[in-house]
């Protein structure tokens, strides 16, 4: 059964700090990874998608990936508290297109 | 209207009774997805479609039958459920069924099982 592990949270950080969200997964040929952002009652939103080592930046969002250890992870500078939200990592196995998800981390954000 | 759109956005059916989901997406995509999100559990995948053929289906009940009529449209049709259904029905697409392509949700329909 292909897995993908997060800590349930709650994060708790103050405002203008960095949220760091990790997230394993179990299928060492992934090929694809992505954060989606899940605010309360509402659906996912995708902000940010990487697929090779290394990190990859888009405005306050940093996205890491470490194929080796199996490890993806999402920063956040200068946290919000528009940015306290339900945090879902994906991963795309090696075989097929499906994505699979890790059941999020809740970050709250206290201002 | 752009994007992933769903309805209804809340549904409320008895046991007994027969409803459709309808979803439809206006990005030019290919594939297209059905999602059950219940508390506590990761995002479901339930069904998924390629250029209206269906490629997945995830050990689903089959009170639960999909239908793609082309590549814009998917409905999820509803029959004889059961309460353990309740959850927030979420349809998505993406350019093709690959590994690489990024998935977009809909809003998604709020299913409650009475």
């Known amino acids: 059964q292909k897995e993908v592990e997060q800590n349930s949270g709650p994060l708790s950080v103050p405002e203008g700090a960095i949220a760091s969200l990790n997230c394993t997964y179990s299928?060492?040929?992934?090929?694809?990874f992505f954060w989606y952002r899940q605010y309360s009652g509402k659906s996912p939103e995708l902000i940010m998608s990487?697929?090779?080592?290394g990190d990859k930046e888009d405005g306050r969002f940093t996205a890491q990936l470490n194929k080796a250890s199996q490890y993806v992870s999402l920063l956040i500078r200068d946290s919000q508290p528009s940015d306290s939200a339900t945090y879902l990592c994906?991963?795309?196995?090696?075989?097929?297109?499906?994505?699979?998800f890790g059941k999020g981390t809740k970050l709250s954000v206290k201002p | 209207e752009t994007g992933v759109t769903q309805t209804p956005r809340h549904l409320v059916m008895g046991m007994t009774n027969k409803k459709s989901l309808k979803c439809e997406q206006h990005?030019?995509?290919?594939?297209m997805y059905w999602y059950k999100q219940s508390a506590k559990k990761p995002l479901e995948l339930m069904f998924v479609?390629?250029?209206?053929?269906?490629?997945e289906n995830n050990s689903v009940p089959s009170r639960f039958s999909p239908e793609c009529p082309n590549s814009s449209h998917l409905f999820l049709h509803l029959h004889t459920l059961q309460p353990e259904d309740s959850a927030l029905y979420l349809c998505?697409?993406?350019?093709?069924?690959?590994?690489?392509?990024?998935?977009?949700f809909g809003p998604g329909t709020r299913l409650t099982v009475t």
């Open positions: 299928d060492r040929g992934s090929q694809s």
């Open positions: 990005l030019g995509h290919n594939a």
């Open positions: 479609y390629s250029l209206e053929e269906r490629v």
């Open positions: 998505a697409s993406s350019q093709d069924w690959d590994r690489s392509y990024e998935q977009y």
């Open positions: 994906a991963v795309i196995g090696g075989s097929q297109g499906n994505l699979i």
């Open positions: 990487i697929y090779s080592n």
